[in-house]
C-alpha cells in the first residue's frame, strides 16, 4: 500500500500514488478507513455491494469515498477489505464489493466529518496514478 498523510492547517490531506488507477482508488478507500478507525482489525463478516457513478474521475472518486462514509453512518458498517473492484473508466462508474462489520463492535472515534473537493486531485504524473483528497476532521 502506498499512501502518505499529509500537513494540512486544519484538515486531513491524502496523498495516494500507484501504478494504476484502480489501486489508487483502493488504497484511497483504506486511507480513509484508517483516519476513521485507526489501525483497528476489522473482521470481514459482513458483505456489502454498492455502485457509484461520476461524471468525471474526480467526482466518481468522491463518490466512491463518500460511499464508504455514508455505510458507515447510515448502516453503521466499516469496511475491512475490498473483496471485489470492477472500474469503467469510459463511462466513470464503480461496482464495489467491501467485506466488515457493524461499527458498534468496536471502540473507535471517528474524527472524518465529511470528503471535501478542497485540493481533490486524480490523475496520473509521470508512469504513476494520482489521488489526492482532504478529510474534514
Not at 53 to 79: H, T
Not at 118 to 125: P, S, T
Request: aromatic content about 16%.
Amino acid at each position: 500500500m502506498s499512501y502518505n498523510f499529509l500537513s494540512h492547517t486544519a484538515d486531513l490531506k491524502v496523498l495516494v500514488k500507484e501504478k494504476d488507477i484502480k489501486t489508487a482508488f483502493s488504497n484511497s478507500a483504506f486511507a480513509l478507513k484508517e483516519a476513521i478507525c485507526g489501525k483497528i482489525k476489522i473482521k470481514p463478516k459482513i458483505i456489502k455491494k454498492f455502485s457509484v457513478k461520476g461524471e468525471d474521475f474526480e467526482s466518481l472518486f468522491y463518490n466512491f469515498l463518500e460511499e464508504f462514509l455514508f455505510l458507515l453512518d447510515a448502516k453503521s458498517f466499516l469496511f475491512s477489505r475490498i473483496e471485489k473492484f470492477k472500474l469503467d473508466d469510459e463511462n466513470f462508474k464503480i461496482l464495489a464489493e467491501v467485506s466488515g462489520d457493524k461499527a458498534e463492535n468496536y471502540k473507535f472515534s471517528n474524527p472524518v466529518k465529511a470528503i471535501t473537493y478542497n485540493d481533490m486531485f486524480v490523475g496520473r504524473k509521470g508512469k504513476s496514478f494520482i489521488c489526492q483528497f482532504v478529510l474534514d476532521v
